[in-house]
């Protein structure tokens, strides 16, 4: 008996020790899906943190500053930037824990309980971004006219009168809702697709949990 | 994406998954590795099935896809990153304390696998799978006097690692 027939012997006797998966994990693995989805939330919410810090530290210049100074903004804009910076981190840090736990686990009710939180965690952080928007943007307005230097070298109070008030209440409303209306279909563009894709699973994953 | 398919294609792949088991086993040397060979042949076999006629086996066609994986697919990403587990690999078992010389001689014949190339790795898989020249070359696509005579190359190359 030559070498190899020996260790044909010993392969089949080895076959005994093979690990075996079930049907439930074989049937993930198909649908491993949900682990590069929760993955490109966290990148995608890097990405757009890194864009809007860029932007922040570009746009912030001598003039902005004075013009901060002039509407009584300076305080303003360091309270919302802490706020804002730490809430977001603290969305990142989410992001980063759903991809990790939907990686490791193979159990499929886990998977989906993970699959759950983070369409909740996407699902607040669009929340958080618009509100905290609309909130940030209303308080600056209110800062700016209480400013008196809505008009270069005038008091604001002694040029406008009502209608002047009504409009740029008008056009302050218009504004907030173009730009929240924008952000607001960017992310149903760039978050939308990708948890319609993780529902898919999710309800993929229900299906096979009742069989 | 035809459910009835799916559902098919997942049965055969429990019932099967020996095979891609025991691909692994040849052509990684730790769990991790191992895990990720077997999800790549997973996804692979996945994404052929809709070209599985069934005029072949399920396991028939589970060996050509499978090993065609591991010996194209897994080459190209695990290229650098084996040669460091082979030497893990390498130190734990002359570690191990053998008592049996049946046992250490079977060690050693794994071992001399691993230095193999990987299409004579398949061939050997095949081999060991007890299956007959005309199904190897079948299998992998080659001759059936192409598969004796690599086959008989493979052993002395076998050979000659164990005895230099």
């Known amino acids: 008996m030559d070498n190899l027939d020996l260790l044909k012997k010993d392969w089949k006797k080895q076959e005994a020790n093979l690990p075996h998966l079930s049907y439930e994990q074989l049937y993930k693995m198909i649908w491993n899906r949900s682990s590069s989805i929760t993955k490109w939330i966290f990148f995608i919410s890097i990405i757009e943190f890194l864009g809007m810090s860029l932007l922040n530290i570009f746009l912030a210049d001598e003039e902005l500053y004075a013009q901060l100074e002039l509407y009584n903004l300076t305080n303003f804009n360091i309270i919302y930037n802490i706020l804002h910076y730490g809430i977001t981190f603290f969305f990142i840090y989410r992001f980063y824990i759903n991809y990790k736990k939907i990686n490791a686990t193979d159990n499929a009710s886990q998977l989906m309980d993970s699959i759950m939180r983070t369409r909740k965690t996407v699902k607040n952080y669009i929340g958080f971004v618009l509100i905290s928007g609309a909130v940030a943007f209303t308080i600056a307005m209110i800062i700016i006219a209480k400013s008196d230097n809505l008009i270069p070298g005038e008091q604001t109070s002694e040029v406008f009168g009502l209608t002047e008030w009504l409009i740029f209440i008008g056009v302050s409303v218009l504004m907030l809702a173009i730009l929240l209306g924008g952000l607001w279909l960017l992310y149903r563009l760039i978050y939308g697709i990708l948890l319609r894709r993780l529902y898919k699973n999710y309800k993929e994953l229900k299906r096979l949990e009742m069989e | ?164």
Not at chain 2, 94 to 104: G, L, N, T
């Open chain 2, 1 to 164: 994406m035809n459910k009835e398919l799916e559902h098919q294609f997942v049965k055969n792949l429990e019932r099967h998954q020996n095979i891609a088991h025991k691909i692994c086993r040849i052509y990684t040397h730790d769990q991790e590795s191992h895990n990720d060979l077997f999800q790549e042949i997973t996804i692979q076999l996945w994404k052929a099935y809709p070209k599985f006629r069934g005029d072949s086996k399920f396991s028939t066609w589970m060996y050509r896809v499978a090993l065609n994986t591991a010996i194209t697919l897994y080459r190209k990403k695990k290229r650098s990153i084996q040669t460091q587990d082979y030497d893990s690999v390498h130190f734990k078992i002359k570690a191990e304390p053998y008592d049996d010389q049946a046992e250490v001689h079977l060690k050693l014949m794994y071992d001399a696998i691993r230095e193999l190339n990987d299409i004579d790795k398949a061939l050997v898989f095949l081999y060991l799978e007890d299956k007959n020249y005309a199904e190897i070359s079948e299998t992998l696509g080659i001759t059936e006097v192409n598969a004796r005579v690599k086959m008989n190359r493979i052993k002395t190359k076998l050979k000659s690692i164990i005895n230099p």
